[in-house]
């Protein structure tokens, strides 16, 4: 059974930085790309950033320059560290796996609140 948990969230002030982290279980890791997502209050979810095959790794535009994704697959693990945060970074996160000759965002991982204040 494949787990994915999501922790790092927390509450921080504009300018701050945050470092989610997610472990997987029960799937070969190196066989996906990992993924963050968000959902802010009141909106759909949306894409954040992820590993990719061309190129590596891509952001939304919103994040690009202050968010990094990184993964070890020694742990089974994908981080998201996010530096100059905004409010409007506010949102849920949630962490995702993609089999690497799918489309579709396979597992989720149940979520990890950030909250930025202004």
């Known amino acids: 059974q494949v787990h994915l948990v999501d922790t790092g969230g927390g509450l921080v002030q504009a300018g701050g930085s945050l470092r989610l982290s997610c472990v997987a279980s029960g799937l070969t890791f190196d066989n996906y790309y990992m993924g963050w997502f968000r959902q802010p209050p009141g909106k759909e979810r949306e894409f954040v950033a992820a590993f990719s095959d061309k190129p590596t790794t891509i952001y939304t535009d919103s994040v690009k320059g202050r968010f990094t994704i990184s993964r070890d697959n020694a742990k089974n693990t994908v981080y998201l560290q996010m530096d100059s945060l905004k409010p409007e970074d506010t949102a849920m996160y949630y962490c995702?796996?993609?089999?690497?000759?799918?489309?579709?965002?396979?597992?989720w991982g149940q979520g990890t609140q950030v909250t930025v204040s202004s």
């Open positions: 995702a796996a993609r089999f690497l000759s799918s489309i579709s965002w396979r597992y």
